[in-house]
């Protein structure tokens, strides 16, 4: 981590969603300030600032942290994903699909940060139960949804993936089919 | 007594339709989980500046000299604002105009703003608040409604003598006759909390000046852009046409992106043109949780006398509600509680106080449920207390004196034009629930001596009037604009909150047409292109906005139909038009496709577009005696809730939630069920979790690490039951979901806790100590601890 005096900028350079990005920052920028003031990463939302509503999650080396607590200054050479590095050569992520299949979204403000948190569930544990989803997203606060569809599209999202794997190439196209979806 | 019969149409008989009564997928899904949606605080503009606003330090205090001069010259300060730079309106207010847009002659809660800080940063006019000195002289204040109304109470508004807002009333029938007729008459006392929205998106606004005009648009998270922009335009002292507010992307608003939300697009509208720049302005967690308004703390009596065998007589009912400094929507909310105060039970004698009162704690307003999750809490413990005195069981006392079609209402109306589905409701609930084994396995199960886990069921019961009822003008529009290709614009004066109005419109858009959904684009809410067609409130989208789309689709589908009848050579009274195409009815390889009928339309020189409009069926009110047609129509819902008490530690875990609503039609399943799973969410934040504890005015839960929403972790199983009587005013049928959704399972869990330890408590939320001590240890609501003495 990068050290530098109160008042003072500095350049960092990380990756975000793949592509490496350099950004001049000072002690008191958060990565939140970075990757919505800076890179205009506006997907990543701020609902509380104080870490406690998960709107503001991307994934850090692919951990979910949340980004209103962690100093710009912490990311130098690292990781950064965001939602808006879900999707993929124009395709939808299968948690994307399967979140807009499930009516998983109303407001859609808590979305971005529920995304990321299942995608690092998923990505630890591609077989998760209704309970494993449940924790893995309980940082991550909805005050539209009561949580069921979300869950709902965390579970099939997950089934899409698994029945995806042998030919991995092909995820996300896989999931996109009509036999995967959920009618 | 008149009624307008709405023209129920062709298309109401038949069960069977193309693209509404489906569970489409959500027009604005991909937008969301790309992150690509647009919400207010996403917006930037070349030269933007950023506001940030100073708030009062007393809940109430004379303001005697406001300096800003230092911070004028701070670094990064483009400008201060204060109330003496608002050329219009000092004050605003959906009925009373009580509100100050900056404080100007006196503070009265601790979210009122003093001045305002314009900035080339955010950190600038942070930094800069500190130097902005205000004297101020602090005045006496009051912070619960018995304070407020006691004989020599300091006074808040000249204008309001004894601090009362309003006072609303029901006079039914012969209050002394009706307790003699009783057998038994039981009175309790319950009360309810200040609880937060809690949307996720705080509070947004970005104003840009429109050079050399004098005018402004806003761009904002804002539930209801009308009134937004009547409150700027007034604050400006413009006319309505140089106002243009345009609505975002919301991040939820649950009735609460309202008076706050015209009061920040005001502020951001005085400083984009005092500089001449665009100005932003965002509200931390912190500030929307201290300035924003609250839903009512009610505190209410219920004096009920039955027969012996358990039939009703008369109830008498005194309301105090906390209204907070300013009167916002108080006088609605509390109108909406006298009509439906009873519950929806036959009482032949009524007799009905409610007084709204100002207090120097937050302001109250709107929030969904808008007065109704206090009453309901209220008469829904009495019927299980009641139930309780009489020996019979609570579903019973309920099925016994529960409204059916023909009966009489608390304010004289006979529900007699729509299906009054109260009975359906309440045995559906208590069917999926279990309910009346459960209950009777619970009662001696508890019985028991030595567990340490109980369990209980209990229900609750509700009917609710749809839209504005006899608050005020009730009509809305939508424009259809059909494109040469076949493609689909809908503008609708009702705005997306979330809920997901803009694929039910864009749904019915579809269905009326015979086009695809995925031809139709629903325009943001735009105050510049579509007449003022009120709030998006009271669960009045899909009834009153539905109707408009519909009306609007039906006269460009006529049109499109007398092209398609050329083209096909027959009357356009044989033509249907379905799926992308127009055919002859039963010979559907006679069609022409809908792009090929838009196309001819377009060449032949017509008019491809229609502004629909749909006004209300009238309702009167009488202000006196409190009798009237209060709504057009109702909704009736039963939540039945099954929960386990730990008898160690007070916790009450709901297991599992049955939620039965008649919705008239679902015009989309889907999302009726959305509505469902989050309106149970938040009914049991507040009958569990959630509690805005102000302590002398101070608002001590400011952010999410203590004031409690449902987790993914606390949420039950829920069990929605979606019950169909279609509605002889909705379009297709369809009422409304959103509000009954949240305001059953507060009661419902308090009875189940009854059933399940035998502790009644009649005191919001049902938190750790009182489940376990049968009493609140907090300082909330300034009538307790330490402050207090």
Redesign the interface.
């Given at each position: 981590m990068k050290e530098i005096g109160p008042g003072a900028m500095t350049t960092i350079s990380f990756k975000v969603n793949g592509g490496l990005v350099e950004v001049e920052v000072s002690a008191d920028d958060r990565l939140i300030d970075v990757l919505r003031e800076g890179l205009r990463l506006t997907g990543t939302k701020e609902g509380c600032g104080v870490g406690e509503c998960g709107a503001c999650t991307v994934l850090l080396d692919g951990k979910p942290v949340n980004s209103c607590l962690v100093p710009a200054l912490q990311v130098e050479g690292r990781e950064v994903e965001t939602v808006e590095g879900l999707a993929k050569d124009g395709r939808l992520h299968p948690l994307q699909e399967a979140f807009i299949e499930h009516t998983a979204v109303q407001c859609g403000f808590c979305t971005p940060g529920m995304l990321m948190s299942a995608a690092a569930l998923l990505r630890e544990n591609p077989d998760p139960t209704r309970e494993d989803i449940a924790r893995a997203i309980s940082g991550n606060l909805c005050r539209c949804t009561g949580y069921h569809q979300i869950m709902a599209a965390i579970e099939d999202a997950a089934r899409r993936i698994r029945a995806a794997v042998p030919e991995t190439s092909e995820a996300e196209g896989a999931a996109g089919t009509p036999e995967a979806r959920r009618e | 007594m008149e009624i307008e019969r709405y023209d129920t149409g062709e298309h109401d008989p038949r069960e069977e339709f193309g693209v509404v009564h489906r569970?489409a997928?959500?027009v604005?899904?991909?937008?969301?989980?790309?992150?690509?949606?647009?919400?207010a605080?996403?917006l930037?503009f070349d030269g933007m500046l950023h506001a940030r606003v100073l708030r009062a330090k007393f809940p109430h205090a004379r303001i005697l000299r406001i300096d800003a001069s230092e911070a004028q010259n701070a670094p990064g300060v483009v400008a201060v604002i204060t109330h003496e730079d608002v050329p219009g309106a000092k004050t605003f207010g959906p009925v009373r105009r009580d509100m100050p847009v900056l404080a100007f002659d006196k503070t009265r809660y601790l979210g009122d703003g003093v001045a305002m800080i314009v900035a080339t940063t955010l950190?600038a006019a942070e930094q800069a608040l500190e130097l902005v000195r205000v004297d101020y002289e602090e005045l006496p204040a009051v912070f619960s409604p018995e304070e407020a109304i006691a004989e020599g109470a300091p006074v808040l508004h000249e204008d309001a003598p004894g601090n009362i807002v309003n006072h609303h009333k029901v006079r039914k029938g012969d209050m002394e006759a009706g307790f003699a007729a009783s057998d038994v008459v039981i009175e309790r006392e319950y009360r309810t909390q200040f609880i937060e929205?809690?949307?996720?998106?705080?509070e947004a606004a970005v104003a840009v000046p429109n050079p050399g005009e004098g005018s402004v648009t806003v761009y904002g998270s804002i539930q209801n852009p009308f009134t937004a922009r009547r409150v700027v335009a007034e604050v400006l002292g413009v006319s309505l046409n140089k106002v243009r507010i345009v609505q975002c992307?919301?991040?939820?608003?649950?009735g609460g992106k309202d008076d706050v939300m015209s009061c920040m697009c005001a502020r951001a509208a005085l400083a984009a043109l005092k500089t001449g720049r665009p100005v932003k302005m965002v509200n931390?967690?912190e500030e929307s949780i201290v300035e924003g308004y609250k839903r009512h703390p009610y505190m209410l009596k219920y004096r009920v006398g039955a027969t012996k065998d358990g039939k009703l007589q008369a109830m008498e009912i005194r309301i105090l509600a906390d209204g907070g400094a300013y009167a916002s929507m108080t006088p609605f909310v509390t109108w909406r509680s006298v009509v439906q105060a009873t519950g929806p039970y036959e009482i032949p004698n009524v007799n009905t106080d409610v007084h709204g009162v100002y207090t120097n704690n937050t302001y109250t307003g709107a929030m969904r449920g808008f007065g109704s999750p206090q009453i309901i809490f209220a008469h829904e413990s009495l019927m299980d207390e009641l139930a309780a005195e009489l020996g019979m069981d609570p579903l019973d006392l309920r099925l016994k004196n529960g409204f059916r079609p023909g009966s009489v209402t608390a304010t004289g109306q006979t529900l007699d034009d729509h299906a009054v589905s109260l009975v359906e409701v309440m045995q559906k609930a208590a069917d999926a629930i279990g309910y009346r084994e459960k209950r009777k396995a619970y009662n001696e199960a508890a019985r028991r001596a030595g567990s340490k886990k109980v369990r209980g069921v209990g229900i609750a019961a509700s009917y609710r009037g749809v839209s504005l009822g006899g608050e005020g003008v009730d009509a809305t529009g939508a424009i259809v604009s059909v494109q040469q290709d076949g493609s689909v614009y809908v503008y609708a004066g009702l705005a997306e909150?979330?809920?997901?109005l803009r694929t039910i419109f864009s749904q019915i858009a579809a269905e009326e047409l015979g086009c695809h959904l995925e031809d139709v684009v629903f325009m943001d809410t735009d105050t510049s292109l579509i007449p003022d067609g009120g709030p998006t409130v009271a669960s009045r989208s899909t009834t009153m906005g539905g109707n408009a789309v519909r009306d609007a689709a039906r006269k460009v589908r006529e049109m499109l139909l007398s092209v398609a009848g050329e083209m096909l050579g027959t009357s356009c009274e044989a033509l249907r038009a379905a799926g992308g195409r127009v055919f002859v009815a039963g010979r559907p390889e006679r069609s022409v496709s809908f792009a090929d009928v838009a196309r001819a339309a377009y060449s032949r020189g017509e008019l491809m577009a229609a502004f629909g409009w749909y006004k209300g069926p009238k309702v009167w009110w009488d202000e006196e005696s409190g009798q009237g047609r209060a709504y057009f129509t109702y909704v009736y819902g039963c939540q039945a809730a099954e929960v386990e008490v730990d008898t160690e530690t007070g916790r009450v875990k709901v297991l599992k939630v049955a939620a039965a609503h008649d919705v008239g039609r679902a015009i989309n399943p889907?999302?009726v069920?959305?509505q469902?799973?989050?309106?149970?969410?938040?009914g049991m934040g507040y009958g569990l979790l959630e509690e805005v504890e102000m302590a002398r005015g101070v608002t001590r839960t400011q952010?999410?690490?203590e004031y409690l929403?449902?987790?993914?972790?606390d949420?039950p199983e829920?069990m929605p039951i979606v019950v169909e009587n279609p509605d002889p005013y909705g379009p297709y049928g369809a009422k409304t979901i959103g509000e009954p959704t949240c305001e059953l399972l507060a009661p419902a869990i308090a009875n189940a806790v009854c059933n399940a330890t035998g502790r009644r408590i009649r005191e919001l939320p049902l938190d750790l100590e009182k489940v376990l001590l049968g009493r609140s240890l907090k300082a909330a609501r300034g009538r307790r601890g330490s402050e207090q003495a």
């Open positions: - | 569970a997928k959500r604005d899904g991909v937008e969301k989980v790309t992150g690509k949606a647009r919400f605080a996403d930037y950190e929205h809690a949307y996720i998106e705080p992307t919301m991040g939820g608003s649950f931390t967690r909150n979330g809920q997901g889907a999302t069920e959305g469902i799973y989050g309106g149970v969410a938040m952010n999410f690490d929403i449902a987790t993914s972790m949420v829920v």
